[in-house]
Each structure stands twice: as C-alpha cells, then as structure tokens.
C-alpha cells in the first residue's frame, strides 16, 4: 500500500473530523500518528486536543487552543482547518471565513473549506462573490455535489446573476424535493420573470410542507400578481405583515410593508400605498424597498413624480452603499432608464454590467436603447444596430425575458424592430406590455385589425387587465382612425370623467381633439387644449399641438404657426422632442427652410411618414426623380405598410407622374377596397387630372361607408363647381352645414368655401360683392 502524501494526509484528516462533528461520534483519523519528529508530536497533540474540546462542546478553549496551533505553525492546515470551525462554532463568522481562506492559500482544493466558503456565502452579501468562487472550484472537483451546486444557485440568486442560478437549478431540481432548495429556487424564478415555473415551484415546496414565511412571502406574492391573483397576494402579504402600526418597524416588517405598497400600487390604491411606506422615508435601512415601492406607484400611476423620487434613492445606494450586487445595478439601470435626465447615469452602470457579463446580450439591447435615448446614436443606427447583434434570439430564457422588459420601455416603438417584438412574444419572454407595443406599431403601419387582436391579446393578460384605462386609450385611437368617430368619441370622454392617472387624462384629452377636429369641431377641440395649456404650464408639447390644430383650421397663419415651432425647436433642442412637434412640422406646408429641421427630425423617427413626405416634396422641388426614386424605396423596404404607398402616391402627384400615384392608391384598395383614405386619395387625383366621373364615383363609394366624411362632402361640392354647377356646389355645402349644426359642429372651412364659390357666381354674373367693396 502506497505511502499518502502530507496534503491527502491533511485531507482524510480535516473531512474525517468535520464528518465526526457533524455526527457527534469520534473517530480520530490514524495521520497523527505518521508525524515523527517531537516538535511535530507537539503541534499535532496541540490540534488533536482542540478538535477534543470541540467535541465536548468546550468552543472557547477549542478556539484558544487552535489558535496557540497555528501561531507554532502558521502553515498547518489541520490547525487552521480546526480554528475555522472552532469561529464557526463560537458565531465568529468574519474570522472563520478569513481563516478558511488562509486554508486555500495552503491546499486549493481543501473540500471542507471550500464548501464552508460557500456557505459563508449566505450570511453576508459582500460575501456572496466569494462562496460562489469557492463552490466553482468545489464543484470542478465533485461535479456531481448536489448541496455545493444548490448553494451556488441560491448565491447567483442573491446577486441578481439569474442565468447562472437558474441554471444551476435545472440541474439540483429534478434530483431532490427538499424544501430548504425547492424555497429558494422557487424565489430564484419569480424574480427571474418566469412566473409560471416559480408559482409551481411555491407549489412544491408547500406540498413537502415548507413555510411560506418572512421574505418568502415577498416572492410568492410577487408569483401569485403576476399569475393573475392580485387579491391573494395582497391577503398573503397582509396577514403577514399583521397589525399596521408606526412602532419598532424592523428591517424584515419594512420589507414587507415596501412589497404590499407595490402590490396595492398594482391594485390602484395608491394612498394607501403611500400611506403604508411613509414611515420608510429617511431610513438608511429601508431605501432600496422604499424605491422599489415608489416606483411601482410611479408606474402604475403614471405619475414621475414617484418615480423621481426613487431614482433619487436608487442613486443614494449607488454612491453610499459597498458591494452594490450587480442585480441592484440593473434594477437601477431600469428605474433610472425611464426618467430622460437619469439616462446617462442608466447607460453608465449598464456599459459596467456588459465588462463584467459579456456573455449577456439583453445588457447589449440595454446599452444601444439608452445610447439612441442620451443621443449618442441616431434612431437608424439603433435600429441597425439592434438588427444586427438580433438575428435570432439568445439560447438563455433569462434574457430571452431581460430583453422583453426592456424593448418593452422604449416609447415610442420603432416600427422596424416589429418582427424582434414579436419573436420575444412567440419566444418566451413574459413581459406582456410588449403586446401593447406591437398594437402602437400596427397602428402606425395602418394595420388596425391586426392592432386590435394584439391589444386584445395584452387585455387578457394579468397586468393587460388591470391596466384598462391604458387599453381604452389606445382603442379609441383605433376606432378613430377606423372612422368610428362616435365610440371613440364616448371612450374619450369616459376617461376623463373617470381616469385620475394624469398621463391618461392628457392623452384622453389629445385624442378626443383630434376627434373633434376630424368633425369639425375646431373649437371644442382648442378649448381641450387650451385645458391641458392651463393645467401643465410648464410642458411646452401642449402649445404645440394647439398651434397644428390651429393652422390646420385656418385660425393662425403659417407664419404664426412657424413662430410656436421656432419656440418647441428652442426648448427641445437638446433632448427628444414630442410628438406634437413632429405634428407640427407635418402639418406646415413643405418648405425648403425646414429641410435640415426634417433631417434632424428623422433622425429621431425616421419611420414617420409625414416627415418622409416632407422632405421628399422638397427633394422633388430640386430633384423629382430622385424624390420618386426614394419614395418608391420605402415603399419596396416595406411592402406591407400602407402609409408608404401614400407618400409615393403624394410625391408622384407632384412630380406628375400620374400613373404611379394612381397605382400606388389602387394598390391600397386592392388590399382593403373600403380603405377610406385611399378612396379619396385616389379621388382627388382623378378629380386633379379632369376625370370628373371616376372622381365622383370614389367620393359617393366613401359616403356609402361614412356618411359624415367631411372631405368627401366638400369634395363633392367643389367637383360640382369645378364643372360649372355652383348653385349645386352651394346646395351642397348648406346642407352639410345644417347637418352639421344639428351635431353642434360649425366649421369655419365650409363657411368660406361657401364663399369663395358665391364670389366666382358673382364675379362671373359682373357684380361686385359687398365684402370686397372697400
């Protein structure tokens, strides 16, 4: 039998030992005995009395004992293994773990220290790096140890590394039900974004009779919401917090206080939510569940003003606290990313997290959206960008989930991303507000049914369905755009009356105005933002679209209208403009002195049509064929967009490439034959080419689907006067005022068509009206 070498020897020894004090028997390993010298005989004497004392519960004197040990030899590992489990057992954590380190030093593959490195681990979260440092290395050597693999999984939980502790757990979960793994797995999950496995997980480890209890019930209320079962969780965290008084708040009641806050903020009762964090504020202790709480008030209020505040205590962690996990990082990164002049702070920690996890592309997405959001990149170069590095999805479900919630926080949605957004969707990722993106993309590609089955899809989701008033709104823009004026109208006004979430309010507001300019209710319409200008003086994108509304209705001239523009320019020079000013700038006539304002507005949203149209009537100004060419580019970049078409339509009209307008409207109607906009398009374009019938014939088909279709009634009418009947013309346009009388609607437009066509008769007649005399 071959001699043992000195460290094997140290290895039976330190395990040996462990194992008796673990069990409580004794059966000291033979190695003392092959040390020959005296000084040997004394040192080993020395360790084998300590390990004794250790066995008859004698901790204080152990402890005396090893440490005399390893002062006569500092290199001694038996002694130094004995002294680490002599602090364990005397509750001397800091300097148990400091020992065993000092064990690794000497023999890098001591087991025993090793795992009790890892289990260190958890005591402390500086010390989490550390334990899963020293479970890799344990389980390189004993790849088939299931307690070393479990305790990693649950210490990548604890730093927020979920691709690592989940898969750890794919590997312990199939193999054991203890409930001391199932627990913490089942945390590791939720957590995760996958909400289904932990809510069965939770399931699990209640069937082999774990508690749920303590911080546990955080998790499991946050599995039970977001399964749909918003009153269960509230109750859960309800009956564990008890009684809610202000007295001795611990650090675990805090917790638990900051957990029901979000689930009630989830629930829209949101003073009491307030209510329950209040006694938080100023606590050192309670600042990141104070964040977490205010946060989620923010968000499902709609109201920054919380999530300000949070990102104020999310920073206060960042500059204060020591060994910041890297998942409180990220969850920074994604509270600081909502708010503007937070993002360049979001991007820093973001481009920190990518050194140290390259193998994670969700924090790739991260850094491009927030690089496009602080400028630094165009909207095309993230688009390109984000195509590129996104061919196909990662492997990893974590950041299949990680790269949902973050597409999904990026407003607007790039339409061209659409296909990314829904392989996320079909890919697993659980973030279901990404439904409610691809519907704004569909509406803005003019594809509404589609649009309402994905709105319908968000709807029936747990968050989709607490989150209605968000859904109205975005269903009345589709009835109106689907010329369904009147429900749109009611959902628009049912939310004012009853919605208290400012940001709905506004948008209610802004929608039922473009409801009411499309009637003609141009008064109406201002007077809604003259009410959104009162309440919000400071936001300049309410000016803005009062003035495109304004000039659109012939109540402020171009040159006022551009004066407003020159202001939003100003204001919004160095940050991302509204949408209103983009409404704006379309709704002014094309002028080559905005040319580079349409650049720069591309930049931002190179996908919005009117801008395209634009600059693409400038081009065609200078350069028709390549105007035309371009347009006919966007059309072929994406054939399935309709508001393509209509801006090859429009640039071929004014080019007079007549043919290729009229074939890019017919091939809208090929697809949709009742598509109102490209009836009158089309329309209009036989009315300006002199085919009075074919003309004719287009407006009575528009008509025939809406009869209140102000652009086809007055078409009609100057189509009348165009071929010499003007009485007609006027009969026309009287009687749609009458009509329009009866809704309340006095348009000024018709009036002074009226009269344009009354001074031609008068003229033609040779009397000289009245109103032209001086």
Known sequence: MTRRSQGQRRAVFSLGLALALATGSLALPPALGLLGSAPALAQSANVSRGYSLLLENRVGEAVTVFQQAVQANPNDVDALVGLGIAYRRAGRDAEALATYQRVLELDPNNRLALSTIGLLGTFRPQWQPLGIQALTRLLQLDPDNLEARARRAELYYYQGLFSQSLADYALVLPRTADPNIVGPAAEAHTFSGDYAT???????????????????????????????????????????????????????????????????????????????????????DARLTLARALSAIGDYGQQPSYNQEAAALYRDVLATATNVTPGIRRE?????????????????????????????????????????????????????????????????????????????????????????????????????????????????????????????????????????????????????????????????????????????????????????????????????YDQLIAANPQNFAYPLGRAALAYQAGLITEAQAEAVLNQGLQQYANTTPPQELIT?????????????????????????????????????????????????????????????????????????????????????????????????????????????????????????????????????AALNAAQGKPLAAI?????????????????????????????SLLMQRGIQPSWERF
């Open 198 to 284: 932990g809510l069965a997980l939770f399931d699990r480890y209640r069937a082999g009779r774990g508690v749920i209890q303590g911080d546990r019930t955080i998790a499991y209320a946050q599995a039970l919401r977001e399964s749909g079962q918003l009153s269960a969780a509230i109750q859960l965290l309800e009956r564990e917090l008890g009684p809610i008084t202000n007295r001795e708040i611990t650090p675990a009641q805090a917790r638990l206080r900051g957990a029901l806050a979000s689930n009630y903020a989830a629930n829209r009762q949101f003073q009491a939510a307030l209510d329950l964090v209040q006694p938080l504020r100023g606590r050192g």
């Open 332 to 528: 920074a990164s994604l509270a600081l990313g909502t708010l503007p002049d937070q993002r360049p702070l979001a991007l820093q920690l973001v481009n920190q997290l990518a050194q140290e996890q390259p193998e994670d592309r969700s924090l790739t997405l991260q850094q491009q959206i927030l690089a496009f959001q602080t400028g630094q990149i165009s909207r095309n170069a993230l688009v390109q960008q984000v195509r590129n590095t996104f061919p196909t999805l990662p492997a990893d479900p974590v950041q299949v989930r990680s790269m949902g919630q973050i597409l999904s926080r990026l407003d607007p949605p790039p339409p061209e991303l659409l296909p990314l957004y829904q392989s996320l969707v079909s890919g697993g990722a659980t973030e279901a507000f990404l439904q409610f993106r691809i519907a704004q993309i569909l509406i803005q590609q003019g594809r509404l049914a589609e649009a309402r089955s994905a709105l319908s899809a968000y709807a029936a989701t747990p968050a989709g369905s607490r989150d209605g008033e968000t859904t109205q709104l975005l269903l009345a823009d589709i009835e109106r755009r689907e010329g369904n004026l009147a429900q749109s109208q009611q959902r628009y006004e049912q939310l004012l009356r009853t919605s208290t979430a400012p940001a709905i309010r506004s948008g209610a507001a802004q929608g039922l105005a473009a409801v009411y300019q499309t009637q003609g209710r141009i008064p109406e319409a201002l007077a809604l």
């Open 584 to 716: 704006l700038v379309t709704a002014l006539p094309p002028s080559a002195s905005r040319a580079g304002v349409y650049q720069t507005l591309l930049a931002i949203d190179a996908g919005n049509p009117q801008l395209q149209l634009r600059a693409l009537q400038v081009l065609a100004e200078t350069n028709p064929t390549q105007a035309e060419a371009q347009a006919s580019q966007l059309v072929a970049a994406n054939p399935a967009v309709l508001d393509w078409y209509f801006v090859l339509g429009e640039v071929a009209q004014q080019t007079g490439n007549y043919d290729l307008a009229r074939q890019s409207y017919l091939t809208v109607l090929q697809r949709h034959p009742n598509h109102p906009d490209a009836l009158l398009a089309l329309a209009g374009l036989e009315f300006q080419v002199g085919n009075f019938d074919q003309a004719e014939r287009l407006y009575q088909q528009a008509l025939a689907l809406d009869g209140d279709n102000g652009t086809a009634r007055t078409s009609l």
């Open 731 to 759: 009969d026309q346009l009287q009687a749609w005022q009458r009509q329009q009388a009866t809704q309340g609607i006095r348009d000024p437009q018709v009036s002074q068509q009226i009269q344009q066509i009354q001074e």
